[in-house]
């Protein structure tokens, strides 16, 4: 099992050459290194992966290093490989080594492209360490080294003041997060004496019912230390109130979004939440916050999702409400299907978020769908990939015959939270039936507005810069998205004579491999994750009542996911390609209702005024009013005053001082020695 | 190395090479103060592999009675010994800073650095409390001159009020140690350190220790010292304050506070609590706002000895431990950070970090660096920060949430205002030309930078190496300090058949981190 060395080092070393090595070693190959290391990953992944779904494998744990030893708090360097990290190996090095590919051919303009490739592959290895992780602390520094990762990619293009901005919160508040997780560390260390996880594990249905102080109250233990790490997923995977920085994760090159902010990093939290899962079964309260978390996150992301125009925000809040999905099915008790769900979700969002980029690049930066249209005919290879993606996402099947990936674990995790039984899953049923009507239909919005109808690409600034030949320098890249103003002229065909040209191979291979991902996936996969307890072996708490119970809901409740994504499909049908004045005069009845969603339920602005704009005020009147006008001004001004006020002949305080501070102590020990001769 | 008197050497060293800088030109200054700081640091390496760990609490002990029981007594433990290395480390690369950048009185600067590094590596070896007094406050004088001489254009006035508050803190240190020498009849730290001073005198004693220590660590509110200093002193003199002057306060909680009197020290725990979590949000928000890159980094400082005063007290393995790797990355990550400003410092002339920007287009390597020492500086988990400031808040968890709870937002604060920074310095547009046209480091910058580097990695993947010979010496205090070590506030109790947590509760936690 030393392949998993390979697999976890390798991107690791590929990232220090390329990025030190950078314009030394030159783009071609950074980027063979880089993707080559990935490539190889991989393909050592899927071996694993695949002797786990054929029960041939068993967990181990390969250890690296010794890392820290402080009385009993104990925590080292180590790799451990068992049927969940299995799962998450093939998901991320699948995805990424695509997307290294994919980049190729995206970042082809570039001239940074060492340090890009550098940060993939870096983000890959500290992605890797984080599911690999046998003990919490390992986890934290995989789950910083994503943090980290992705600071600096969404940051790429840092002379965009916008790409900066938007790497900074998302650090910032992903560290509200980790700093729940950390408590919740130093919790379970207090707890349970160890930060070994499979040990935790083994001792905390044992703690069951027992109680802890904690910030002056008496609370339930388990409840205390479930709920402070489920804050730390909250924040990674941009739950509701902790998922601003997600959107305005957007700022980066589109590949980032995908590998990072669909496939991988954002589903640390489900992971986390899945492989403590014996923890969080000890305690109902948390498991049903994390049911009403993920429920809420997954209809308010989806109803945000229905009002956007850039088609990157449209698929980053309908990752934002996919994860809720998985939450809520963890929620329940459904690990298994919450894993699906991120299984098959990994390849589809890619799938989307690449065919985004893909069409992106076709129309020459441009990302409002305002001035798309008509695409289908000019890049068809992309237009059926995304067909495949939004098949897949809005979950496309019949029952007992095929279905695309989102039909399988959609419909499992629908099913498992009416199953339950209890209150909190009841809701999260019909929050998550009436987010997948959402689903439909922004996914079916995305498809028509970019797809259909008419060109209306003349408008569109980045458009008018290709076609009258305004050649930007390579930088320009980065001011891209910015502004679209509204120019008018152009053909009358609303073309501008522009003419949409379809990627490179490089980007259409990743493509059509991920959308066999985004076909197969389920239908080939679900015996494995929801109905077999063979496969888990114990990686997982799995809940054999629950899984039984999936199977007796009745039929209306296994209809209702079909029903509504053809209600989606309908609506998007009729708003956008039969009716297209149609959402223009719902917004104008509406007008507060869209301004409320379209603005994203106006949490920017409540967090800018609770908490951004008083650090800033408190820290100017702490400063001036604290450190210079109070202590600064009663203590060595006040005293240097007083001086001055008691000598006037002490003109020359620069020697003075150095020269009274030397008599001091001189004196000082001159008694210190008296006094000890004469005793 | 049993009868070579090591430590004697490693004073005498930069002793004699510092009076021969006073005669020498500015040349021949430079290169001997290079020389006899890697002397130094060889001979500290040559320490730190003969130090036996599992053995003798005190190795290379020295002692030679000079009169009346004072005495010429050195000998280090484990914690001497991790900040003697902190301190013959960081001296060649101040050295290497002030190459270029000083050029009026180089010898007798020099002169200075070489005697504060003899009386730096004084105070942590020094083992007879006249000695130590002598050391730590003697140490100060060459800081004096540095700032005073060689400052920015303010120097006076940021020297002058260094000089007030430490003054008030060291006569009642003096007192404080007058008293104690004629009470236990010895000047012997070793025996101090078991000795047990009555309860009601250790109070006293206690608050004349904390009135030294509490300035020198900064804690708050005795830190606006610290920013006036930081911004007049020159590159290296800010290196060394940070680095190392600002550890003998911790060094002196941990060695004299702590073991001498355990009882005063719990009982006035709550006051270096209040005092810790005070200093943390304060000074991190005000760090948040300042357009001086030097003072940014003087409060970060002030907020990251709050996490080593909270891990100071709370009295267990962890928290101590925590502290002094805090206290060790700091002076690595710190320094570091000093000397990433200086040497922009050194191309423009001025610590506005509005004249800066887009660094990372004509300085890559140094935007590298850069960034590491800014990650590691908010504790990114595989640096130095990070492995102190966790055991360090692990430790306090296990006395008081709300403690940790509220020091541990530094994390949040620290992260804004550092990346904050490093947003206006390296990243965005190249918006002043001046700042555009500089060239990227050197050899010599290069290698300062890579030797903290690796440093501050090697701390923060395998800091066994650091924290092994520390073990002993933290097992032995906190053996002593048992008898009034605090209960803790989590005091789990084991359920009966009782029900989980009231819905009514759960809001609490969640709640707290919004």
């Known amino acids: 099992m030393s392949s998993i060395l390979i697999i976890v080092f390798g991107p690791l070393l590929a990232a220090i050459i390329a990025g030190l090595g950078n314009r030394a070693i030159g783009n071609v190959p950074a980027k063979i290194l880089t993707t080559g290391a990935l490539f190889l990953s991989c393909a050592l992944s899927w071996p694993i992966f695949l002797s786990f779904v054929a029960g041939t494998a068993e967990a181990s744990v390969v250890p690296v290093l010794k890392w820290v030893q402080s009385g009993t708090l104990t925590f080292d360097w180590a790799l451990r490989v068992d049927t969940l990290t299995a799962i998450m190996l093939v998901v991320i090095t699948s995805v990424s080594a695509l997307v290294h590919l994919y980049s190729w051919g995206y970042m082809d303009e570039d001239p940074d492209q060492p340090r890009f490739f550098a940060y993939l592959s870096l983000f890959t290895f500290a992605m890797l360490m984080l599911v690999t992780a046998d003990n919490l602390v390992q986890m934290f520094f995989g789950w910083e080294g994503v943090g980290l990762a992705s600071y600096l990619l969404i940051g790429f293009w840092f002379k965009k003041p916008s790409a900066c901005a938007a790497a900074i919160k998302a650090f910032v508040v992903n560290r509200v997060g980790d700093l729940g997780f950390m408590l919740g560390i130093f919790g379970t260390y207090l707890v349970f004496q160890t930060t070994s996880i499979p040990e935790i594990l083994a001792a905390a249905p044992g703690m069951a019912g027992s109680t802890i102080g904690f910030l002056g109250m008496r609370l339930d233990t388990m409840t205390v230390l479930c709920l402070l790490l489920f804050i730390g997923a909250m924040g990674k995977s941009a739950q509701l109130g902790l998922h601003t920085w997600l959107p305005d994760a957007m700022e980066g090159p589109t590949p980032v979004s995908a590998l990072i902010h669909a496939a991988t990093m954002v589903t640390a939290g489900v992971f986390m939440v899945c492989r403590l899962s014996p923890m969080f079964q000890t305690s109902d309260t948390a498991m049903m916050v994390v049911t009403y978390v993920g429920a809420a996150t997954c209809f308010f992301a989806a109803t945000i999702g229905t009002t956007q125009w850039d088609i990157k925000r449209v698929i980053a809040y309908s990752t934002c409400s996919q994860l809720g999905y998985m939450f809520f099915a963890a929620g329940v008790g459904a690990y298994g299907a919450a894993m699906f769900h991120l299984f098959t979700h990994a390849f589809f969002k890619a799938l989307l978020f690449l065919g985004a980029g893909s069409v992106i690049h076709a129309m020459h930066h441009e990302q409002d769908m305002r001035y798309y249209g008509a695409l289908r005919k000019q890049i068809p290879l992309t237009f059926w990939v995304m067909m495949a993606g939004t098949l897949a996402i809005t979950g496309v099947g019949v029952m007992g015959v095929f279905g695309f990936a989102g039909f399988y674990s959609k419909d499992a995790i629908l099913e498992a939270a009416f199953a339950s039984g209890s209150e909190h899953g009841q809701l999260a049923f019909f929050l998550g039936v009436v987010a997948a009507l959402l689903t439909s239909f922004y996914s079916w919005r995305l498809m028509f507005l970019t797809f259909w109808g008419q060109p209306r690409w003349a408008d569109s600034e980045h458009i008018q810069h290709a076609v009258h030949g305004h050649h930007e320098d390579l930088d320009e890249e980065a001011s891209h998205s910015e502004h679209n103003s509204h120019a008018h002229h152009g053909g009358d065909d609303g073309t501008a004579g522009y003419h949409p040209h379809e990627s490179p191979w490089v980007m259409l291979l990743p493509l059509l491999i991920l959308s066999v991902g985004a076909v197969f996936a389920g239908y080939v996969f679900i015996h494995a994750f929801i109905e077999d307890a063979g496969f888990w072996k114990g990686a997982i708490f799995y809940n054999e009542h629950l899984m039984h119970a999936m199977h007796e809901v009745p039929l209306w409740v296994k209809l209702s996911p079909g029903v509504v994504m053809l209600a989606g499909l309908l609506i998007a049908w009729n708003s956008y390609i039969r009716n297209p004045k149609l959402p223009a005069a719902f917004v104008a009845q509406f007008r507060q209702l869209h301004a409320f969603l379209y603005n994203k339920w106006y949490f920017d602005e409540l967090y800018n005024f609770l908490f951004v704009r008083p650090a800033f005020w408190l820290g100017r009147v702490l400063w001036k009013q604290g450190d210079i006008g109070i202590i600064d001004r009663f203590g060595p001004n006040g005293a240097a005053w007083a001086v001055a006020q008691g000598s006037r002949y002490a003109q020359k305080v620069q020697s003075g001082y150095l020269y009274s501070y030397a008599l001091v102590m001189l004196l000082g020990l001159v008694a210190a020695v008296s006094w000890v001769m004469v005793r | 190395m049993t009868g070579f008197p090591i430590l004697s050497v490693m004073l005498l060293v930069p002793l004699v090479a ?237 060695r004299f506070s702590l073991p001498m009197f355990p009882e005063a020290s719990a009982q006035f725990a709550w006051l270096i609590f209040v005092l810790s979590m005070v200093a943390v949000i304060y000074t991190s928000l005000v760090a948040l706002v300042q357009a001086d890159m030097k003072k940014l980094i003087a409060y970060s400082s002030i907020a990251h000895m709050g996490i080593v005063t909270v891990g100071l007290f709370a009295f267990n393995t962890q928290g101590l431990e925590g502290a002094m790797i805090v206290m060790l990355s700091h002076g690595l990550v710190a320094g570091a950070l000093f000397l990433c400003v200086g040497i922009i410092y050194d191309r423009l002339h001025t610590r506005e970090i509005d004249r800066y920007g887009g660094l990372s287009i004509n300085m890559p390597k140094y935007a590298l660096f850069f960034m590491l020492f800014t990650m590691a500086s908010i504790g990114l988990p595989g640096t130095s920060g990070f492995v102190g400031e966790f055991l360090s808040l692990a430790g306090i968890y296990q006395v008081s949430s709300l403690v940790t709870a509220v020091s541990a937002t530094g994390i949040i604060l620290g992260a804004a205002y550092m990346l904050y920074l490093y947003r206006r310095v390296a990243f965005g547009d190249q918006r002043n030309a001046d700042a555009a046209a500089m060239p990227d480091i050197d050899l010599r910058e290069w290698a300062m930078l890579l030797s903290l580097a690796f440093a501050v990695l090697w701390m923060g993947i395998y800091p066994e190496s650091f924290l092994a010979p520390m073990r002993k010496d933290v097992a032995a205090l906190d053996a002593r300090l048992a008898r009034a070590a605090p209960e803790g506030d989590a005091q789990l109790k084991m359920g009966s058949a009782q029900k989980p947590a009231q819905h009514a509760e759960i809001a609490a936690p969640e709640g707290g981190a919004h």
Request: proline share 4%; aromatic share 16%; charged share 10%.
């Open chain 2, 18 to 254: 510092g009076l021969i800088c006073l005669v020498v030109e500015a040349k021949t200054a430079r290169a001997l103060a290079l020389a006899a700081t890697l002397v130094d640091f060889i001979l500290g390496i040559v320490l730190w592999a003969n130090f036996d760990i599992g053995g003798a609490q005190w190795q290379f002990v020295e002692k030679v009675p000079l009169f009346a029981g004072f005495s010429w007594a050195l000998g280090i433990d484990g914690i001497a010994l991790m900040l003697i290395i902190l301190s013959v480390f960081l001296m060649p690369i101040c050295i290497g800073a002030s190459w270029n950048s000083i050029t009026k009185r180089v010898g007798e600067y020099m002169a200075a650095f070489l005697l504060m590094e003899t009386l730096m590596i004084g105070v942590f070896a020094a083992q007879d409390l006249y000695l130590f007094y002598i050391f730590f406050e003697a140490g100060l004088i060459p800081m004096y001159l540095i700032i005073g001489i060689w400052g920015g254009d303010n120097r006076i006035y940021a020297s002058y009020k260094f000089f007030l508050y430490t003054l008030l803190g060291s006569v009642l240190m003096l007192i404080a140690m007058l008293w104690m020498v004629n009470e236990a009849g010895t000047t012997d730290i070793p025996t101090l350190m078991a000795y047990d001073f009555p309860p009601g005198a250790q109070t006293w004693l206690w608050l004349a220790f904390f009135a030294s220590f509490a300035v020198k660590m900064p804690m708050w509110p005795v830190h606006t010292w610290l920013p006036d200093a930081h911004v007049q002193a020159p590159t290296a003199g800010s290196v060394i304050l940070a680095g190392v002057l600002l550890k003998m306060g911790g060094y002196g909680f941990i």
